[in-house]
DNA sequence: CACCATATAAACCGATCAGTTCAGTTTCAA
DNA sequence: TTGAAACTGAACTGATCGGTTTATATGGTG
């Protein structure tokens, strides 16, 4: 962790900074944040922020970074095996989608496509805790399933990353590109219970 | 268009501005571009770009709508439709490749979901020229498919969205957190031949 | 109490950038 | 050829912003 070399983690209002960081990166974007803003949001002197972080950039990428780990905790609860497939992918469509769909999700999508040339880092990260880890879990599930004999699939990761962007469907175009902001229980639910149908139509014996 | 309405169009340099305000826009998005730049990359005195477009905001959606107009010309090429289903889903799953796949492409898509909320009306255009069309040429094409009894549909435009999002599996994502640039004719292939045989295995009779 | 690390407010610096101004030059059509 | 419209380049304004500095205050510890 090179990136974090430079940090001093010791201070009382370390946490401060980071919140503070938090909450105006995710609102405003990098270029959009202005060190001003973050000082006053995290009710921190200017000062004692650059005590902590050498610059902008820095206090940005351990906010990401944070962000990142986060995601892919919550990503990490168990998949309940005992239930049927049709149950689990149910089950996982709709965390991927909580996620996906939540003012936060969409911030931190936001900010990682337009920041990724400026911080290549940052997308790596943001694709290891979050595309991958998905696609991770759902090649151990249907693995399992395949070794059950309750379904057939030549390409099994193919497989997970068709699952992923079925539950994307209508949703997240609409979303990224501001057409809407939210969605009705029913709106999420066609989606899902299409990404299912066809996912199993396909790899279901 | 209201928006344009302010905007002066006689004048010998007019297309110089716009062609160089594409370059440079493309290349760094809204903010990073400057208008000396985008001055030096039209080969025109920034007087003379200020005398046709009264800000830089009015010069960027003119540029975005003239991109996204081009985007929406070029989709409208013909389906074929004496083909089977098969061959004409994997033709347009090509073209939909071709376009986001392509460096312009992911520029355009870049600078629409990093200024989605500055440019709100932005967001709506590229939706409509983009995604809307490409589910318009589907839902036309599919329709007569169920009209013909090759397939049964009960929602047609789900069924349409999630074609498209099936062509993006894996690919997509890898694009667009910068995890790759470029992708093999044989990982493309992959991912639209296990498109078509997913959505045909739901969808065809 | 005295010390020292930590924190603060505010002024300041240098750079960048959108947008303006202006005196002078080019272009082109009548 | 002439005159107006278009164009130029360069300087300038005013504002923002990242980052630094300084003089001062605070609070816990030995």
Redesign the interface.
């Known amino acids: 962790m090179a990136h974090a070399a430079e940090i001093v983690r010791k201070g009382r209002k370390f946490d401060q900074v980071l919140q503070g960081a938090r909450q105006v990166f995710l609102a405003d974007?990098f270029?959009g944040a202005s060190v001003d803003d973050i000082a006053r949001a995290a009710g921190v002197s200017k000062a004692t922020l650059y005590s902590y972080f050498p610059d902008k950039r820095l206090l940005f990428m351990e906010v990401a970074r944070l962000e990142c780990l986060r995601q892919g905790e919550e990503s990490l609860a168990l998949i309940e095996v005992a239930a049927t497939p049709r149950m689990v992918l149910k089950e996982a469509a709709e965390r991927m989608l909580g996620f996906l769909l939540s003012d936060f999700g969409q911030r931190v999508?936001?900010i990682?496509?337009?920041e990724?040339?400026r911080f290549?880092e940052l997308?790596?990260q943001?694709?290891e805790t979050?595309?991958m880890m998905v696609r991770n879990r759902l090649t151990e599930f249907l693995t399992e399933c395949v070794d059950r004999k309750q379904m057939e699939i030549d390409?099994i990761?193919?497989?997970a990353?068709?699952f992923?962007?079925?539950c994307?469907?209508?949703l997240?175009?609409?979303l990224?590109?501001?057409?809407d902001a939210t969605f009705s229980e029913a709106e999420i639910a066609?989606?899902i219970d299409?990404?299912v149908?066809?996912?199993m139509?396909?790899y279901a014996i």
């Open positions: 974007g270029e999508f936001r990682c496509v337009a990724a040339d290549p997308g790596r943001f694709y979050g595309p390409d990761e193919l497989a990353d068709q992923a962007e079925l994307k469907a209508d997240f175009p609409r990224v590109f501001n057409i066609r989606v299409g990404a149908e066809t996912f139509a396909r």
